[in-house]
Structures are given as C-alpha cells and as structure tokens.
C-alpha cells in the first residue's frame, strides 16, 4: 500500500480570510431555519414517526398470508415457498384440510423473520398467491420469539394494508 | 445379439428385448409412463414413440422389438413433436395440482412436462371430476390425476397376485379401482403408490407428511423380516419418514411389502428409550454403565461370571452380535449365551414369477437369524433363551444382560426374571427396560450402521439414516463400553472395524468387506 497525495485546489485571498465563507454557511443555516418556521410543507424531511412516508407499490415489509372467503388461508403448504427461500427462514407443517376441495393446508407456517432477508422468492414461488410482502415495516420487537411469525401472525391486519402479491 | 444405432451410437442389444429396453441399459432416456421393468408391456402412454428408419409411422419404444441394423432417433423433430402431442392429450384431464400432489417432484409427468410441455393449455372445456376415494387402510385414490397407464391394474394383476383393479366406464369418465368401492386388502398395497407414474394412487401413511426435493434419501435395508429388502429411508428434519423400495434383483427386485415399509412407525413412536434408565428413573447413561460394569466386575472377580447370562437378538446387526459373544466370552466368561430367533420358514427364499404372496413375506420376523446362528453359535452349542430364563428361574443365574429385547415379548408373561441384577438395553420404554436394574438406549436399525445376514446368507450393509433419540447407541458400542470398563483392551471405533474382526474370525464370512460391499450384497456359506 503506498500513500496517494491528494492535491487540493490552491484557495484564492478571499477563501483563505474564512470568516466571510463562515457568515455564508451560517445564512444557509438560517434561511432553513426560517423555511421551516413559515413554510413547514417545503421541508425534504419527514416527522417520523407521526408522518410516514409514501411507499412504493412495490416495497417489500413482513410477509402475510391472503385468507379464502371462510377466513381460512389460501396457502396449500406446496412448501415452494419453504423451497426457494434463499436463507431458509419459512418452515411448513401440511395436514389434510377439512375442505375435500382444499385437500392440503399448513397446519405450522414459521417465518424467522430475523432470518428473512426480504427478498421476495416466497411471493415469487407462491402458485396461489397467497404469500404477499405487506408494507409493515416496523419490525422492532423486545424478544427474539416475538419475531418468529406463526400462521395466526402471518393471518391477522389484513384490512389495513395494502401490500402487493 | 443385434446391433442397432440410437440416436447416431452403435449399440448392441439382446434379442427379444424391447427398443425401450435396450435404450435405458445404454443410459439414452425415452421418456415412458405405462412401461415398467417388471410388468407386461402395453404400450398405452404412447409417451416413448420413436422414429426409425424406413418405417413411415412413430413406433412405441417399449413394444418395438430390436432388430439388427436398425436406425432409432429418439430427439428428432418429428419425435418430439408427437411426445408434445401425447402430453397435450394426457393434460386435458389431469387437474395440474401439483402443489398439493404428494407425487410433485417425482412424477414422470411433471418432469415431461416440464421438458416437452407448453406452458398454456389450450383446452378450454370442463376438466372431468371424480371424488376422492378411500381405498383400504393403507390408500387414497384421485381418479382427477390418472392417466390410465395401468400399471397399478397389472401390478395387482401379475406380481401381487391379487385381481383387485380393473378399469371401469368408458372413454373420458373411464375410471381404475376396484369395484363398488372396496378396499383394497394386499399386504403389497403401497407398492401401487410407487408403481403410479402420477399422484393418483397416495399412501395414507405418508399423505402430505413431506416434499420428495426436501428429504434426504439413503440406501439401506428394511428390519421387517429376513428376506433383507433394500430400502430406500426418506429423511427430513432427523426423522425417517417413508420406505420405499430399492432395486435388488436377488432379493426383494422392485417391491416393498406394507408391514416393511410402516415398521417405520415403531422407529417414530412416542415411548423410544433415550435416557438410561434404573429401575425406571432417568439417570446419566455413563453413571449407568459404570455401575453395571462394576457389578459385573465383581461377579467376575468372585469367580461367579459363569453365573451371568447375557440373551443377544436376531433383530440387532452381525456387528453387535459379535461383540455381545464377545463380551459374554471374553470379558465375562460365561457359557449362558442365547439369542432371541425368529420362526423357520421352509419355503424356498428366492425371488421368482410367482405372486409376491406367495413367496414374498418371511415367516421369520427377525432380520438376521441366520446371522445370529452364524456369529454367536460359531460352531458351538448354545442354549436357547427359553432354558436360559428358566436356569434363571431356578436361580442357577446371578445375573441377566439382555441386549435389545424385551424379554416379555419371548416368555408371553408379563415378569421377567428375578435375578440379582438384570441388565437391558431397549429401544423402547418395553417391561424388560422397565423393570431392569440399569437399562441403557439403544438405536434402533435405522439409526445405526452394520450389516445384516439374510435368510439366504446374504450380508448386505445397513446405513444409518437418522440421528438415535438422547444418548442411544449401538448394541456392539454398549458392549464396548461395558468391556472396556471392566478391564478389556478393545479398541472399536467404528463398525468397520467390527466387520472386519467377523471377517478375519467368523467361518464363512472371509469375503466380506464392508466398505467395498457390492450393492446387491455379498454372500456367505451358513456354518
């Protein structure tokens, strides 16, 4: 490894004084102050959490499972999902469904979500489409069982979200 | 001998065999649905049409017999074309559920599909649709997924020996079953599960338990009687879920029979043993040999170890045999040897054209008692466990080692033996573990490594497939321990080396070898 010498530009009389390039910096300064005093709706940031900000259609938040119209869910555990995940973080149990038209359904359906790099081959897989990535994204949780999603888990805030399949 | 070109190579072949045949031999595949090597040709699918030379139409493979000089391409435009053709048609029904077939992943017609499909159906009219039906104990039939191959009529036909299919009605509503809806009662059912091409015929046992491209598959062999079929164990997760059938020609060819195949369910069971046990509380399996080591030991010591009786099995492997009589021999010096055996079986053993029932099934539910007589007996007398647990009884025995079975199973009582100390080890929470003074765990045949004699003399290598439950192990390791604790220089680490001690010791067994055992298995002279 050898040093690289970097060449500054050479600064002419008025840079090298820097006080009137501090008085500069301090206008910028105070011109945002003052925007964001009288014209809140101008600002480039967000006030997180109370404001959020739009999604894309497409982003990828924690995963859910669409029901059939009975409230059961619409997976057939095909274990694609299961099969394709890239970090291996979906683990299914199927058992006979009481529906004979059904036939098959996960009994367990566990995602780690710690585990899960929310890539999207689950959703990609799904033959049904009934794995979706969701736009809930606030996935903080105090204990690492809590972020182990169950099939109740992977059911349940349905209405109230608009993720894609 | 004929000699014929497939696919531009020069291959020679055998008269009377099929096109298909002598393909399959040279590794060309033809795909193929109704052809299976141990059943009549019926050429049905229509699925391995070729096209040769100076014939005008595509000819089925599998019914075209080979001639000197014939020219077969098997790739060619027209060929694929019509294979195209066939899976349109066998489509136009089949309900594409994959992802709830059981058969996904090893179903000819997906795989062709797959590789000389369309994408998009063009049928556009009602699929026909049948209920499922419950066929028997062991069977679900989803007359939505067949393709009318037959196999499954000319298996039960001409290899079980049991008439139960037949196809009924005709045309598109043409459905296979068996009449009125009876079940099926073979104890060769489940080979139909393995016979259908596609998922129309599903095993109860493993319905919906596992994906095939998630299990791990090993070679091994089925403990459920002394024929000694070569299985394969599919494994997911540490736990065995199915046996299906591996090709042995010399001893069970293509098939499995039910019993086999759901002895699976014992290794399963919710009351396997995997703590050592004294007088039926949890101890530390080492403490527990220890202190059964120093009992014997001071048997020994006193000059009583012919006052120990030690009982070895015909359902462990040669390996923990040999080390049992050891042990019982060497270590301990006991003459009370005896093992539990299974029943004689007077018909002839070899696999032939008769129906399965016939010849199929052994009498003797013991894998290895052939073995057993070869490696315990060694040429000597031993007494059978009968009189050993009636020496017992008349308190002429001090002590009883019993090594993986329950002794209640042999004498129909529900006691054992009252003797000063009754050592067990069992694979299940059975009486015997139950009412030992130590019992340790012990793996069951899946879970450990070894060879087995068949009732034909045929050493083949079992493989273990799964992880035993807590501390089990071997019978031939808990011997180990329990001599190497006493005081005996042995030197085992892995069952290899056992089997070659039997080779180098057991008359008969001078040829096996059990890294370089031939997949068929390796026969030995009965001493």
Known sequence: MGVKQIHRPPQNAWERLYVFEIARGLGITLKHALLSWFKPGHMPTYEYPEVKRPLAERFRGRHRIRKREDGSPLCVACYCCQTVCPPQCIDITAEESDDPAVMKRPREFKINLLRCIFCGMCVEACPRDAIYMSHDYELADRTREQLQLGLDDLLENQDNDEGEG | ???????????????????????????????????????????????????????????????????????????????????????????????????????????KLQDYCFEYGQAESRYQEDKRRFPEQDLGSTLVRDMNRCIHCTRCIRFLRDVAGA??????????????????????????SMNLVDACPVGALTSKHFRFKGRSWLMEKTRTLCAGCSRGCNVYAWSQKGRVLRLTPAENEWVNRFWLCDYGRLTVNDVNADDRLGDALRLGDCVDPEAALDQAAAKLKAYVDAGAGDKIGVVASA??????????????????????????????????????????????????????????????????????????????????????????????????????????????????????????????????????????????????????????????????????????????GWSYRATAEVTAEIAAKVPGYQEVDFIEMPEEGQMVEHA
């Open chain 2, 315 to 488: 359902r462990l492997t040669n390996e923990d045999n040999y080390l049992i009589r050891k042990l019982a021999r060497e270590v301990l010096g006991t003459r009370h040897l005896a093992f539990v055996e299974g029943k004689e079986d007077d018909r002839p053993f070899e696999p032939s054209d008769r129906p399965l029932t016939e010849w199929f099934i052994r009498e003797d539910k013991m894998p290895i008692t052939w073995g057993a007589r070869d490696i315990i007996l060694s040429g000597e007398p031993a007494g059978d466990v009968l009189g050993l647990i009636a020496k017992a009884r008349r308190g002429e025995l001090k002590a009883l080692l019993v090594f993986g079975e329950d002794l209640t199973r042999v004498t129909g009582e529900d006691r054992v033996v009252e003797v000063e100390f009754l050592f067990a080890t069992g694979t299940h929470k059975t009486r015997t573990v139950e009412l030992a003074h130590i019992a340790v765990p012990e793996a069951t045949y899946l879970e450990k490594g070894g060879t087995f004699t068949n009732e034909e003399g045929r050493v083949q290598r079992l493989r273990p497939v799964v992880a035993p439950p807590g501390r089990a192990r071997s019978a031939w390791q808990t011997a180990r321990e329990l001599a190497g604790r006493m005081g005996a």
């Open chain 2, 1 to 107: 001998m004929a000699k014929l070109t497939i696919d531009g190579r020069e291959i020679e072949a055998q008269d009377g065999q099929s096109v298909l045949q002598a393909a399959l031999e040279c590794g060309i595949h033809i795909p193929h649905l109704c052809y299976h090597p141990a059943l009549k040709v019926v050429g049905s699918c229509r699925m391995c049409l070729i096209e040769i030379e100076k014939v005008p139409k595509l000819q089925v493979a599998c019914g075209t017999p080979v001639r000197d000089g014939m020219v077969v391409s098997t790739q060619s435009e027209r060929v694929r074309k019509a294979r195209r053709g066939v899976l349109e048609f066998l489509s136009i029904n089949h309900p594409l559920d994959c992802p709830v077939c059981d058969q996904a992943g090893e179903c």
């Open chain 2, 163 to 188: 008439e139960a299919f037949t196809l009924y009605e005709r045309g598109n509503r043409t459905q296979v079953g068996t009449y009125l809806e009876t079940p099926v009662e073979t104890p060769f």
